[in-house]
């Protein structure tokens, strides 16, 4: 597509219910990143891919947190027995190239995001 | 680990006048910095990024950075702001160890009156 496209852009669900948003990246694009954002507060990485595999999740704070990316384009966040404090942007993004890596393959391109509110 | 330090959380300025956004970091191998922006209900948006050369570089909408390696800096300037670059400014890094994704620093709002 011509942009990272993220879905749902709204999602409130009750604490303990299970979540699940949706990235689609750039189109061609190798790499897929996870971000996590609270008011105030710059980005936080959770997760990243290249192609199909999942090459860094440190970022993720706990086993409630899980991704996945299992044909290297689409990739599903998933929350599992969401808490309050789960609340915030999840944002998604994705690079033509490896991150890390100098040139323009490195630029990362941000989704719209998704809001989420745990009640 | 690599950080990422933005010392301004808010800035007010007036239209006209000039921008320095400073910007420090830490990291232990060779270096990518960037600065993307976010305007009011707005998505994060690449303004400018140094990957090697010339360590001023020129962004959108009038924007620099200096890299300057000795200092672990990477400065956004703008020598005369505008209304409508209100919006949030983020100090990103990455490079070729450690965390290979972007490290974000925590953003400085920025607020140009008219």
């Known amino acids: 597509g011509a942009g990272v496209s993220q879905s749902p852009r709204y999602k409130v669900t009750k604490r303990g219910q299970d979540v699940a948003l949706r990235c689609d990246p750039i189109?061609?694009?190798?790499?897929l990143y996870w971000y996590r954002q609270a008011l105030g507060q710059g980005p936080e990485f959770l997760t990243y891919?290249?192609?199909?595999?999942?090459?860094?999740k440190s970022g993720l704070p706990n086993d409630r947190f899980s991704a996945e990316r299992p044909e290297g384009s689409i990739s599903t966040l998933t929350i599992q027995r969401t808490e309050q404090r789960d609340s915030a942007m999840y944002r998604c993004?994705?690079?033509?190239?490896?991150?890390?890596?100098?040139?323009?393959?490195?630029?990362?391109?941000f989704g719209e995001g998704s809001w989420l509110t745990v009640v | 680990a690599q950080s990422v330090s933005q010392h301004n959380h808010h800035v007010i300025l007036s239209e006209a006048a000039s921008l320095e956004l400073g910007c420090n970091y830490s990291?232990?191998?060779?270096?990518?910095l960037f600065w993307y922006v976010q305007y009011p209900g707005q998505h994060l948006q690449l303004l400018l990024k140094?990957?090697?050369?010339?360590?001023l570089v020129k962004g959108i909408k009038g924007f620099e950075a200096e890299f300057i390696k000795s200092k672990f800096s990477f400065n956004l300037r703008k020598p005369s702001v505008q209304w409508s670059d209100t919006a949030e400014y983020f100090c990103?890094?990455?490079?070729?160890?450690?965390?290979?994704?972007?490290?974000f620093g925590s953003g400085t709002r920025l607020q140009v009156q008219p």
């Open positions: 990291y232990g191998g060779t270096v990518n």
């Open positions: 990103a890094v990455n490079g070729n160890t450690g965390r290979r994704a972007l490290t």
């Open positions: 189109s061609g694009h190798v790499s």
């Open positions: 891919f290249n192609y199909e595999a999942q090459q860094d």
């Open positions: 993004a994705s690079s033509l190239g490896l991150p890390g890596t100098g040139g323009a393959g490195n630029t990362i391109y």
């Open positions: 140094y990957f090697s050369g010339d360590p």
